[in-house]
């Protein structure tokens, strides 16, 4: 669960995304969602209740295709059949998923293919770099470090 207590931290003024370590939930401000809405398609928000002037992605577009994950040194199955999947830190993007990307800004995934096993994950967020740009350049209030990038697989 995020604590946060609005009245310190956040003014609904400010430009913020958050997400939460646990379930992957995305939680935006308002106007940040506002700075960015040209660049996303598909995505549909809710007041996140901790804090209203929060919103949090209720649904958005599926990636075509699985992030593939390359040298894979761990797979451990965990609840409801989902797996964590331990590699050398490359995650690799089809062509087809960057274009994908391109058109929709931000999309999830719950589908990698490690060393070429097809395995089911627990959803995350993949934001484009027009997305990433955006919000780095609104400087966003709770990135905790930069972005982890993801590699583009060779044509």
Known sequence: MIHINEEDWFEPEDTAIL????????LMSENL??????????????IFDEVPALRRIVSARRLPEPIIIPGASKRTQGEMGMWYVEGDGREILSQRNLDFLKKHGIAFTSECLADGILLTRPAVPVFSGQV?????????MGLD????????ENS
């Open 145 to 152: 470090g930069s972005p982890s990038y993801l590699f583009i």
């Open 19 to 26: 997400i939460e370590p646990m379930t992957y939930c995305v």
């Open 132 to 140: 990433v740009s955006s919000i780095l350049d609104n400087d966003a």
């Open 33 to 46: 969602i506002k700075k960015t809405i040209t660049l996303v398609s598909g995505v549909q928000w809710e």
